[in-house]
């Protein structure tokens, strides 16, 4: 049989309408564990059976705003995400009104995102899963062909790394910021039911790994490491391009700002080859300094400071 036509991503719309318009990779996956079985001294298997599914999206995107405000280190409990499929055409894409596209819909899931990368003058990404549930009636992944795709693109928002200062001192020449939420998942089910029926966040240590131009591990932070100091702690912003320009201003508060204030700042590294620069890469342990506060908060409108 001939390969007669192709299929290719399109935007995730997930609760509040919020729509993921660029998306760098994803993978849709069914999560099915298989068992088999044999019988006494027999080679071959004769049984099979699914023994658990944990269908996942998981999904990269350089729209950080549109990701974090909605879902923060303590994840989101979402219903109706919807993932959409586009034909390809000869000519480019079969037109966004014609029902030849597809489908599938997340009746109950919990979104987290598992890491975040923003390096200098490039592109920031932020890596979400989509974590499906059995909500008693529809399958958590559910398909349907020959749809319309839902609204126009856009061009969507893009950043880059920006300042970072810890403990009220600026941090020069920073070079990348990665984030990894150190998110846990609980998934649980019985009586022998193939899908979950509860998914929740069991536990998060958020792990901040900066690299920059300028000597601080040896001379501030120390073989030991430091501490946050629980009032100005750690701050970093993930710079917003302009579009057909260059950058946003500083003043205007469409950049994002991270805020740990307790936690522990430890050396990693100083690299350095032949004549080029150095650079130290420092590793900040956040945790929260009450059972209120998250370790680590954000706010998606932020002017620069």
Request: glycine share 10%.
């Amino acid at each position: 049989m001939s390969l007669d036509s192709i299929w290719k991503l399109d935007k995730i719309l997930l609760p509040s309408s919020t729509a993921i318009d660029v998306i760098t990779n994803a993978t849709i996956d069914a999560g099915v564990q298989n068992f088999t079985e044999r019988p006494a001294g027999h080679v071959s298997p004769m049984f099979s059976a699914n023994q658990q599914q944990r269908p996942m999206v998981e999904f990269s995107t350089p729209q950080l705003d549109q990701v974090l405000s909605l879902v923060t280190l303590a994840g989101l409990s979402a219903s109706t995400i919807t993932c959409y499929l586009k034909a390809g055409s000869v000519v480019g894409n079969t037109a966004r009104a014609s029902s030849a596209h597809k489908k599938l819909d997340i009746a109950s899931s919990c979104v987290y995102w598992t890491s975040l990368r923003l390096p200098h003058n490039g592109m920031g990404e932020i890596t979400t899963r989509i974590q499906a549930a059995y909500d008693g009636t529809n399958d958590p992944f559910v398909y349907t062909g020959s749809v319309a795709l839902n609204g126009n693109l856009s061009a969507g928002n893009f950043f880059g790394a920006g300042p970072v200062s810890i403990n009220g001192t600026a941090l020069g020449g920073v070079q990348s910021i990665t984030v990894d939420s150190g998110i846990n998942m609980i998934q649980a089910g019985g009586e022998s039911e193939e899908f979950d029926t509860f998914i929740g966040i069991q536990d998060s240590a958020p792990v901040v790994t900066i690299q920059f131009l300028k000597e601080y591990n040896w001379s501030s932070v120390g073989l030991r490491g430091t501490t946050l100091n629980g009032t100005t702690g750690l701050v970093f912003y993930a710079r917003k391009y302009s579009n057909k320009a260059s950058r946003v201003s500083n003043a205007t508060a469409e950049h994002i700002k991270f805020t740990g204030l307790n936690g522990v700042v430890n050396p990693v590294n100083t690299t350095g080859q032949r004549s080029s620069p150095v650079s130290d890469t420092i590793r900040v342990h956040l945790i929260s300094g009450s059972d209120s506060v998250l370790p680590l908060t954000l706010n998606t409108a932020s002017a620069i400071s």
